[in-house]
T-cell receptor
Framework: SQTIHQWPATLVQPVGSPLSLECTVE??????LYWYRQAAGRGLQLLFY??????ISSEVPQNLSASRPQDRQFILSSKKLLLSDSGFYLC?????????????FGDGTRLSIL | GENVEQHPSTLSVQEGDSAVIKCTYS??????FPWYKQELGKRPQLIID?????GEKKDQRIAVTLNKTAKHFSLHITETQPEDSAVYFC???????????FGGGTRLMVKP
């Protein structure tokens, strides 16, 4: 069966510091991958999605970037964090090659910026 | 692009009562409509979904109905229990079928 792993689970970073969050999927090949951000008590905002290695689409302009160096690895990065980057970051995957499929979420990373 | 509106934003019911959450969408090309349940501090989990070729789908106490003409779909929870308390999100696919647009969420509180 497929599993998705995100780490770290929680992270406290100072303003201006860099960021790297990692997500990996097991048990499937060439999944669609997604990064979402969820502010406290709010909905899900799609940040990036990828349909293959090196293919990244950005939904919201910001100081974050994403990379997909391997088939089942998705990384969210920032060179300099802002206070507004605080939130709950969720990685998700879906089956590729067939449209209209559910997305399955990882356990998330709770990021606090001080 | 797709726009999904979800109502109500909060819903409080007594244990054993039914709960209904409604969503409307804008893109007539949308064909897939999942519902997620998110408990406090946890990840959203898929609880039920429906595709456009079906008008209703049921799984034990949970059911989803879809009206493609009116572009709205609803989640129905019967015989609610305290463990049903959570935030529920509806979603709809955009035209490529690869991305989901989520509603704003409904906080359901089931009082024992």
């Amino acid at each position: 069966s497929q599993t998705i792993h995100q780490w770290p689970a929680t992270l406290v970073q100072p303003v201006g510091s860099p960021l790297s969050l990692e997500c990996t999927v097991e048990g499937t090949s060439n999944p669609n991958l997604y990064w979402y951000r969820q502010a406290a008590g709010r909905g899900l905002q799609l940040l990036f999605y990828s349909v293959g290695i090196g293919q990244i689409s950005s939904e919201v302009p910001q100081n974050l970037s994403a990379s997909r160096p391997q088939d089942r690895q998705f990384i969210l990065s920032s060179k300099k964090l802002l206070l507004s980057d605080s939130g709950f970051y969720l990685c998700a995957w879906s089956i590729t090659g067939t449209v209209n499929q559910p997305q399955h979420f990882g356990d998330g990373t709770r990021l606090s910026i001080l | 692009g797709e726009n999904v509106e979800q109502h109500p934003s909060t819903l409080s019911v007594q244990e054993g009562d039914s709960a209904v959450i409604k969503c409307t969408y804008s893109d007539s090309a949308s064909n897939y409509f999942p519902w997620y349940k998110q408990e406090l501090g946890k990840r959203p989990q898929l609880i039920i979904d429906i595709r456009s070729n079906v008008g209703e789908k049921k799984d034990q106490r949970i059911a989803v109905t879809l009206n493609k003409t009116a572009k709205h779909f609803s989640l129905h929870i019967t015989e609610t229990q305290p463990e049903d308390s959570a935030v529920y999100f509806c979603a709809a696919t955009e035209w490529t079928g690869n991305m989901l647009t989520f509603g704003g969420g409904t906080r359901l509180m089931v009082k024992p």
